[in-house]
Structures are given as C-alpha cells and as structure tokens.
C-alpha cells in the first residue's frame, strides 16, 4: 500500500512538471527545437511509466479509468524508440491526454490516500 502510495505521487508530480513545461512561454517551438527541453519533457513521460510497473495489480484494476497499460507502453517507446519518435505524436500526448491524467491520478490519490492530500 505504501509502494503504491510513493508511486502515485510520483506520477503524479511527473504530469503536474510535464504541465508546468507545458505552460512555459513558446513551448511547442521549444519541443521542437531545444534538446535539453525536449529531453525534460520525455524523462517525465519514462517517470510516468516506471511508476506504473511500481504500482501493485490490484490497485490498478481497482481504478480501470486510468490507462495504466497505454501509459506503460508510451514509456517503453520514449526509452527504447527514442530516434523513431513522431514528436507531433509526442506533442498531442502532452497537450491533450497529460491534462487528463493529472486529474484522474489526483482523484485517485484523494480516494485511496485521503491523509496524503
């Protein structure tokens, strides 16, 4: 419980930088553009990943809405597909599912560990 716990919060803090570097002024021209940007916004898409394979059985199939195995798989392509990335791919991920994410992996934190809020 408490590994699941640690890994919640630590996906958790991954969606809300990813958010945070989504926010920062000319963003998709630095994704494209900047190296060492682009490279912060795909180590918090592997964090998300890793923290799932961390996460027990059955705490994820207790929360079915949260798309534990697309999340997984997403990580295993940034870590081993690096160089065959579709960044426009990586880029509609980041704007329009990690919003989703933050709020489905807030909700689940406030159901599971009230005390942790």
């Keep these: 419980m408490l590994r699941d716990a640690f890994c ?3 996906m ?3 969606a809300e930088q990813l958010l945070t570097l989504l926010g920062s002024d000319d963003a998709e021209l630095k994704f494209h553009r900047d190296r060492e940007f682009r490279h912060s916004v795909l180590f ?4 998300l990943g890793e923290q799932v ?3 027990s ?3 994820q199939s207790r929360h079915p ?3 534990w195995r697309r999340i997984a798989a997403f990580r295993h392509r940034v ?3 690096y160089f065959d990335l579709s ?3 990586v880029w509609q991920i980041w704007n329009d599912q990690i919003p989703v994410l933050r709020h489905q992996l807030k909700s689940v934190l406030t159901a599971e560990f009230p005390r942790l809020e």
């Design 57 to 59: 059985l059955e705490f």
């Design 12 to 14: 958790l803090q991954a």
């Design 79 to 81: 870590a081993h597909g």
């Design 65 to 67: 809405e949260v798309p």
């Design 87 to 89: 960044l426009e791919v």
């Design 53 to 55: 394979a961390g996460l």
């Design 8 to 10: 919640l919060d630590e």
């Design 44 to 47: 918090e898409f592997v964090v």
